[in-house]
């Protein structure tokens, strides 16, 4: 009872807005007791199939390489009918991936939305590649790529967007030191509501 | 676009859904359909062979009676349609990643009919099996845990209303605002609709979440396995997982059998086809809180992590394509806001020259929108009509000028500029965005 009267306040409660700050789940006990006794343990089994996720600091990338040049032969043959043979994509369904246009390096997109946006003059995390590349493409058989592959398509599109050498291999402790030419443009969401707009 | 309901003219009920019938067939038509519906509603026949003969015997276009109240009505069915003189419709598009937007245009009231909800997919609507599918929670708790979609049905659960909106929704319309764009194109990836679900509280109680937990990622059980990283507080907040809209099953393109309902946020991070949830320390920085779902700014850098939906409203009628006749015309939209209550909305008539408070003629709801209404009185002059929603926190939704200037065209998501409809003298209505 006290549990759901809890629930009905916090539903209830303005959301904490500072999110910047966010230092802990405060409200979290860690409490090893089950309330309700429903569903069961996951087996370590169960969560490593689902848990594919590779983070920012690395952490998840799996064992395993891929070289440039391996990737650019896979890509003209697992990719490039859908997002071009140089990655040019086709819009707007099938997105540019390769490109360091001169007119948009610099972060320029507010000013030109036609200004497409690439791995090589966009995205903050060479992490991303890996965690996307692996859970989502090639579109019709997501899935499919093995560890070896996904490293080598994403050192491809790296070098491919001036990001790292064309003789470069990948590896987990390769990718995770590649540093992002914008990652720095990222900033946290400064809107809080109120008289002001944003 | 096509317009699902033409209402450029005020259309008389036509008396048959083929209009090119003639009156003749008609009659003719009226007596089959009373012999059909004699023969189904015969016990006798219902049960036999009779019934399917009468079935199969239907005519495939009904046939509209000149006087329904001197005829029977059909029987009662085990699925409801709607009249065939209504026809509202999506705007599919895209074959595996796709959008189709509400028709706002066509609904009255708040809420939304789950068949006409906005759709937005990476990777196409899954089918699938309730009874294989499962949710895992892992990560910093002290159990981690397997739910199955019944187990998650067994927690107390609530029942609320809640809007979602896509960021990307009115990106056109910000961009290159066109004459010819109607409530749908404008403003149709915004639907609203009664949510049930558990609080994800509970759940992630119920595995032992840790202290140190500040953020989890929400998984997917889609063909891109979607993911995007949420800080906690959400979850000690209002946030659901939720298995029922509008008293039935989620239906499969709004994330059946479960999905994560985050109020008043973009809609993206209401993860459908909920599958997993990780606790941990820090974002994962996925493809859809990187590449996309961050907004582009003047100054050269991109916002992230950019839940909250601004407060935003919209005339829903009158807009483009109708043609008013001069004298008195409801204006009629909807306002939201995702930081909680629509306080106030106004109207002008005069391209913002002087403003009036709307009525607000549903409740107002937290992260729900309300309806607002204006009755006008068209003298047949040129006009402007907008409408502007205030949220209790202060907020005014900004023109589109103030929006340009604080975030450049070329930001990606997040459009609430005011917007209108422009009635010329001769009775079109237009969009009207450059505000």
Redesign the interface.
């Known amino acids: 009872m006290r549990r ?1 009267m809890l ?1 009905g306040l ?2 209830a ?4 807005r500072d ?1 910047a700050s ?15 006794k ?5 087996t370590a089994d ?2 490593a199939t ?8 690395g952490e998840g990338l799996p064992a395993g390489s891929g070289s440039v040049a391996q990737g650019a032969d896979l890509f003209q043959k697992k990719c490039s009918m859908c997002h071009g043979p140089k990655g040019q994509g086709m819009p707007p ?1 099938f997105p540019q991936l390769i490109g360091r246009d001169p007119k948009a390096e ?8 036609k ?1 497409a ?1 690439t ?1 090589g003059n ?4 060479a ?2 590649i890996y ?2 590349v692996r ?2 493409m090639p ?2 058989q ?2 499919s790529l093995s560890n070896d592959e996904v490293y080598s398509l994403t050192a491809f599109l790296l070098a491919s967007n001036e990001v790292i050498p064309m003789s470069a291999t990948l590896d987990s402790a390769s990718l995770m030191q590649v540093k992002m030419p914008y990652a720095n ?14 | 676009m096509t317009d699902p309901m033409d209402r450029s003219t005020p259309q008389p009920l036509h008396e048959t859904a083929d209009a090119t019938l003639s009156r003749r067939d008609l009659l003719a038509g009226a007596a089959g359909a009373i012999g059909v519906a004699f023969a189904a509603g015969l016990p006798l026949v219902a049960g036999g062979q009779g019934a399917k003969a009468a079935a199969t015997a239907a005519p495939a276009a009904p046939i509209v009676p000149i006087d329904p109240t001197k005829v029977p009505g059909s029987p009662t069915t085990p699925v409801g349609a709607r009249s065939i003189f209504v026809k509202p419709s999506r705007t599919p598009f895209g074959e595996t990643t796709g959008n189709s937007l509400s028709p706002l245009q066509d609904l009255t009231g708040t809420i939304t009919p789950s068949d006409l909800h906005f759709e937005r997919h990476h990777a196409g609507v899954p089918l699938i099996d309730p009874s294989k599918h499962t949710l895992l929670i892992h990560g910093l708790v002290a159990t981690p845990l397997l739910l199955t979609v019944d187990d998650v049905r067994r927690f107390p659960h609530v029942t609320r209303t809640f809007f979602i909106e896509c960021s990307g929704n009115g990106r056109a319309a910000y961009r290159e605002p066109k004459p010819d764009m109607t409530p749908q194109k404008v403003g149709g990836l915004f639907s609203n609709t009664e949510w049930t679900g558990v609080p994800l509280k509970t759940l992630l109680e119920e595995a032992g979440a840790k202290p140190s937990a500040s953020w989890f990622l929400a998984e997917g059980g889609d063909a891109c396995v979607l993911t995007r990283s949420i800080p906690i507080e959400k979850a000690l907040d209002d946030a659901l997982v939720v298995w029922a809209q509008n008293g039935e099953p989620l239906r499969p393109e709004q994330g059946f059998p479960l999905r994560l309902l985050l109020p008043g946020w973009e809609g993206n991070t209401s993860v459908k086809w909920l599958r997993r949830l990780e606790l941990g320390t820090r974002a994962w920085m996925t493809r859809w809180e990187t590449s996309k779902y961050t907004d582009p700014l003047p100054d050269g850098t991109a916002r992230q992590f950019s839940f909250d939906m601004d407060a935003k409203s919209i005339i829903t009628a009158p807009a483009f394509p109708q043609k008013l006749t001069a004298g008195t015309w409801p204006i009629s939209g909807l306002a939201w806001s995702g930081r909680g209550k629509i306080t106030k909305v106004e109207v002008s008539a005069n391209n913002g020259g002087s403003w009036q408070d709307a009525e607000l003629t549903s409740t107002t709801g937290v992260k729900a929108p309300v309806r607002f209404t204006h009755q006008w009185e068209w003298t047949g002059k040129d006009s402007v009509l907008l409408s502007r929603a205030t949220d209790e926190t202060g907020y005014v939704q900004p023109t589109r000028k103030e929006l340009l200037k604080a975030r450049g065209i070329g930001t990606d998501f997040h459009f609430n500029p005011i917007v209108g409809w422009k009635v010329a003298a001769d009775g079109t209505v237009s969009f009207h965005g450059e505000t």
């Open positions: 759901l629930l916090v539903m409660a303005a959301c904490s999110r966010s230092a802990s789940g405060a409200g979290f006990t860690g409490n090893s007791e089950r309330h309700y429903l569903g069961r343990v996951a169960e969560i689902r848990n594919i996720d590779v983070g920012p600091d369904a610099g972060f320029k997109f507010a000013s030109d939305f200004l946006k791995i966009y995205w903050p995390h992490t991303t965690d996307y859970r989502a579109l019709l997501p899935g443009r990222f900033v946290p969401d400064n809107r809080r509501g109120g008289n002001e707009v944003r």
